[in-house]
C-alpha cells in the first residue's frame, strides 16, 4: 500500500504542474458518501466510515490527489435506502461534491446508484456484494469486493470434504442476503449435499425461536446463515437457548467482528465467518494499513474498514491515471486496472464487476479470528467438528 500511495504521490506533482490556476489548484476536491451510522447496518457502516478517512489522511499526506486535497462529506443514511438516495441527491446537487463514494451494503447501493447514474458519477462500492447491482447495463458503478453468492462457499467445501452430506439455510430477507443464500444453496447442491431446510427472516427481526424450532426438527450437519451483525448476534444466542447445534455453524457478515465475540464470548467458538480481508493475510502493505489504522482509531480494523481504504485508494487510482475527475475518463482508467493492494486483488469485467477478489474463511478460536479456508491462504486448521454449547 506504501508503493501505491507513493505512486499516486508521483502522479500528484505531474499534475500539479498542469493545474490550470492556482485558486482552483487549492480548492479541495470534495468526496460525497452517506453511510450507515445508525440503524441496522451500523456497526460496519461506521467501520466503513473510519476507512475512508484514513484514505483521506493518506492522500492528504502525499500531496493530495491532483494537487488538491481530499475533503469528505458524510451523512447518515439510518441503514434505510430511500434515506440514502435523498442524501446523494442533496451531496450532488446541493453540496456539489466533485466525486462520492459508495455507501454501506448491497440494498442501500442498490438505491443510489441510480442517482449515481443519473448524475453520471463515478461510484466506487466497496460493500456493495450483490451481482445483479452490476449487472443492470448501469456505467459508473465499480465493485471492490468477491460477490454475495461466494460468501459462504468455504463453509460449504470444508463441510463436503469432511463428509457432511445436509445444511439449512436462513436469511435476512434483503438483497445481499438472499443473494448470499441462494448462493450457498447452489453451491451445496453441486457438492453433493441436500439442502433440508431455507427460509427467510424479515429485516429487522429480533425472535428467532419459531424458525430455530423448525430448523432444529431438519437436523442439518451444516448450518448457513446469510447476515448482517444484530441478526448474527441474535441466531447465534438464540441457537444455545433452544439448544440448536449442528457439526458447522457459519455466517456471512457480522460474526468477523470483535464485538461478536464481545458479546457472545464463549458461545462464539467454534463459528465460522466469512471475510473479504484479514490482517494476516499475505498481501502487501498489510502492517502500514493496519499499524496507522490502530494509531488514528485505537482498534484494530476489520474487512469493512479495510475495503472502505482500499476503495477509495483504487477510485484516486482512477484519477491519478485519468489525471482528471471527468467520471468518462475515470471510468476508463477503472476498467483498465489490475493491481493488488494490502486488501488483496483488484480486475473488473466491462460491467464493473469484480473477478479477482478472493474471499476467505475463519472461525473463532480461544478468542481468536483463525483463517481456515482456503488452504493456501490458511494460518490454521478447522476445529471439526463443532461440540455441543455445554462443551465450548
Known amino acids: 500500500m506504501k508503493t501505491f500511495l507513493w505512486r499516486i504521490a508521483g502522479a500528484v506533482a505531474v499534475a500539479a504542474c498542469l493545474a490550470p490556476a492556482p485558486a482552483e489548484a487549492q ?77 454501506y451494503s448491497s440494498p442501500i447501493t442498490e438505491a443510489v446508484a441510480n442517482v449515481s447514474e443519473k448524475y453520471q458519477k463515478v461510484m466506487v462500492s466497496p460493500l456493495a456484494a450483490t451481482t445483479s447491482i452490476f449487472k443492470k447495463g448501469r456505467k459508473y458503478i465499480f465493485m471492490v469486493i468477491s460477490p454475495a453468492e461466494a460468501y459462504l462457499e468455504g463453509l460449504v467445501d470444508m463441510a463436503a470434504k469432511r463428509g457432511l452430506k445436509t445444511i439449512a439455510v436462513v436469511n435476512e430477507d434483503t438483497l445481499f442476503t438472499k443473494a448470499s443464500a441462494v448462493g450457498v444453496a447452489e453451491i451445496a447442491k453441486k457438492k453433493g449435499m441436500q439442502v433440508v431446510f431455507q427460509e427467510a427472516y424479515p429485516k429487522g427481526n429480533t425472535d428467532f425461536s419459531a424458525l430455530l424450532t423448525k430448523l432444529k426438527a431438519a437436523n442439518p450437519d451444516v448450518i448457513a446463515a446469510s447476515t448482517y451483525f444484530d441478526d448474527a448476534v441474535a441466531i447465534t444466542r438464540q441457537m444455545k437457548e433452544l439448544n440448536v447445534s449442528a457439526k458447522m455453524y457459519g455466517v456471512t457478515v457480522g460474526g468477523d467482528l470483535p464485538k461478536f465475540y464481545d458479546l457472545l464470548k464463549q458461545n462464539a467458538e467454534y463459528v465460522y465467518g466469512s471475510t473479504q480481508w484479514e490482517g494476516t493475510l499475505p498481501y502487501p502493505g498489510q502492517k502500514e494499513f493496519v499499524d496507522s489504522y490502530q494509531k488514528k482509531f485505537g482498534h484494530e480494523p476489520v474487512y469493512h474498514s479495510a475495503a472502505g481504504y482500499a476503495g477509495c485508494v483504487i477510485y484516486a487510482e482512477g484519477v491519478r491515471r485519468a489525471g482528471s475527475l471527468d467520471s468518462d475518463k475515470v471510468r476508463d482508467q477503472l476498467l483498465k486496472l489490475e493491481t493488488r493492494t494490502f486488501f488483496g486483488d483488484y480486475k473488473v469485467d466491462p460491467d464493473g464487476f469484480q473477478t479477482a477478489h478472493k474471499m476467505v474463511m475463519f472461525q473463532w478460536q480461544d478468542g481468536k479470528k483463525v483463517t481456515v479456508w482456503p488452504d493456501d491462504l490458511a494460518s490454521g486448521k478447522p476445529r471439526f467438528p463443532t461440540p455441543g454449547w455445554g462443551q465450548r
Open 27 to 103: 480548492a479541495p476536491i470534495k468526496v460525497g458518501a452517506s453511510l450507515s451510522l445508525t440503524g441496522t447496518y451500523a456497526q460496519p457502516g461506521s467501520y466503513q466510515k473510519e476507512g475512508y478517512e484514513l484514505c483521506a489522511d493518506h492522500l492528504n499526506a502525499k500531496g493530495g490527489l491532483l494537487g488538491r486535497k481530499v475533503e469528505f462529506v458524510f451523512y447518515d443514511d439510518q441503514s434505510m435506502p430511500a434515506t440514502g438516495v435523498r442524501l446523494y441527491e442533496k451531496l450532488i446537487t446541493e453540496d456539489k461534491v466533485d466525486a462520492v463514494m459508495g455507501p
